[in-house]
């Protein structure tokens, strides 16, 4: 195991489990008002649409669901930051799943309640500690469930994007959450100590192989808020964009993450 999956950092499964709940519902309460030509804008994501996109969010958090309906595996084999690079995989299976729930599921409303109610009974039913087969490989309930604020958080911007004038909100815990676990993925993909990526106010990890500072402001960093760091993360902002934009501010020979991005994909 590396040492940067030995420092893996814990999460509250209380906290996360209300603010999942609670970004679902401002996705939830933000799809009611949308009309039919609103849902069937195009997205940022291949050929979906906007009904497909929201399909896709429920299809996230159901996938809780789906696993827990599996055999419990008999053993954790898998960390929390091995979910961001295993994502890719089954992008054909996806695809194909998501059409379907979007076709099988006219009434979003309904279909987002019911998700939402599913989750909540799923969550008082199992323990954290519950282990899951997960694209990732086993993992415990608890740590899957934190994999969901980035599917959420990702989803909700590419909402936002897809429709004019809407602006869903984001729980802060939520946002806290999938920035953590993808700024923590970065420094798993570069380990080391010579640049300082931080994303305030909610994360700074160390990353990149070099010299290593030892007190005062780092040699190498980079900086930038939340929203930015995820769209990086996951392949919706190009790092030269972002820096051209004034999105990202990034200072050092080391400090250049052209090759380090997206995480996900």
């Not at 603010?19 to 949308?34: M, P």
Request: proline share 8%.
């Amino acid at each position: 195991m590396s040492p940067a999956k030995k420092r893996t950092r814990t999460y509250d499964p209380a906290r996360i489990r209300t603010a999942v709940l609670a970004q679902l519902g401002h996705v939830r309460q933000a799809v009611v008002t949308l009309t039919p030509e609103q849902l069937a804008l195009p997205t940022r994501l291949g050929d979906w649409t906007v009904r497909d996109l929201v399909a896709h969010i429920g299809m996230a958090l159901t996938a809780i669901g789906r696993s827990l309906d599996l055999p419990e595996p008999p053993r954790q084999d898998a960390m929390i930051l091995d979910w961001p690079f295993a994502t890719s995989a089954s992008s054909a299976a996806i695809d194909e799943f998501t059409r379907r729930l979007s076709e099988e599921n006219p009434d979003l409303d309904a279909y987002l309640t019911g998700v939402a109610r599913g989750l909540a009974e799923q969550l008082d039913a199992h323990p954290a500690t519950r282990l899951l087969q997960t694209n990732a490989g086993a993992l415990p309930l608890a740590d899957y469930l934190v994999t969901r604020t980035v599917e959420l958080v990702v989803h909700t911007d590419d909402l936002n994007a897809a429709v004019p004038g809407l602006d869903v909100p984001y729980d802060r815990q939520v946002l806290a959450a999938a920035t953590r676990l993808l700024a923590d993925a970065l420094a798993v993909r570069a380990p080391g100590g010579a640049t300082e990526v931080r994303v305030p106010p909610y994360a700074v990890v160390q990353c990149v192989e070099g010299p290593r500072h030892t007190r005062g402001t780092p040699p190498n960093v980079v900086e930038t808020d939340p929203l930015t760091w995820v769209r990086l993360a996951t392949g919706r902002l190009a790092w030269k964009d972002a820096v051209e934009d004034a999105k990202v501010s990034a200072s050092g020979e080391r400090a250049d993450l052209t090759e380090l991005l997206p995480l996900m994909s």
